[in-house]
T-cell receptor, first 117, second 113 residues
Framework: GPKVLQIPSHQIIDMGQMVTLNCDPV?????FYWYKQILGQQMEFLVN????????KSKLFKDQFSVERPDGSYFTLKIQPTALEDSAVYFC???????????????FGEGSKLTVL | GDSVTQTEGPVTLSEGTSLTVNCSYE??????LFWYVQYPGEGPQLLFK?????EKGSSRGFEATYNKEATSFHLQKASVQESDSAVYYC????????????FGLGTRVSVFP
């Protein structure tokens, strides 16, 4: 089936450093998402992105976070500077269609585990 | 806001026994309901979805009925296999599908031979 690839699978950094998480979404998909899952907690929506713009973001999407997809390449999540509470698994997802409640199917990557020391 | 509540895991079973993972939801909208499954080392993948109330979804021997009156969407399988060991997520999307899916906490299911 369609695959979403995430790079890196695991990254360890010191607090205050910058990190970029990369996502290669399904090729014909138009909507892209980041979710955050802290160990033992549920996956929570961070942001979605369409046509070069952030469409919606949650309270978890702090000012230190940014997303972009330059020229149709990777969809990236950048955190600058990182904080201890940013340690989590970040899942990228993509979907073909956003507007219909009858679809809404997301395709997820395997996650990028971020450890902030 | 929307919320999803699931059976708290972990759930441990023997092969051949039946599985039920409870899911209840809250939303002011008219949601599509989903079950996602996450196998070790992989991202969540869709098991099945049900867009309409009183309909049933099924896949790989799993099934769930969208019960609008009870606001429930319980996952069931009559006879589990070791390969069903995974984390199962109940989720919903409402008509204003701006924020993707609202997930439950996930239920870890371990099946032993």
């Amino acid at each position: 089936g369609p695959k979403v690839l995430q790079i890196p699978s695991h990254q360890i950094i010191d607090m205050g450093q910058m990190v970029t998480l990369n996502c290669d979404p399904v090729s014909n998909h138009l909507y892209f998402y980041w979710y955050k899952q802290i160990l033992g907690q549920q996956m929570e929506f961070l942001v979605n992105f369409y046509n070069g713009k952030v469409m919606e973001k949650s309270k978890l999407f702090k000012d230190q976070f940014s997303v972009e997809r330059p020229d149709g390449s990777y969809f990236t999540l950048k955190i600058q500077p990182t904080a201890l509470e940013d340690s989590a698994v970040y899942f990228c997802a993509s979907s073909l269609d956003q507007g219909s409640a009858n679809t809404g199917q997301l395709y997820f990557g395997e996650g990028s585990k971020l450890t902030v020391l | 806001g929307d919320s999803v509540t699931q059976t708290e895991g972990p759930v441990t079973l023997s092969e051949g026994t039946s599985l039920t993972v409870n899911c209840s939801y809250e939303t002011k909208q008219y949601p599509t309901l989903f079950w996602y499954v996450q196998y070790p080392g992989e991202g969540p993948q869709l098991l099945f979805k049900v867009p309409k109330a009183n309909e049933k979804g099924s896949s790989r021997g799993f099934e769930a009925t969208y019960n609008k009156e009870a606001t429930s969407f319980h996952l069931q399988k009559a006879s589990v296999q070791e390969s069903d060991s995974a984390v199962y997520y109940c989720a919903l999307s409402d008509r204003d599908y701006a924020q993707g899916l609202t997930f439950g906490l996930g239920t870890r299911v371990s099946v032993f031979p």
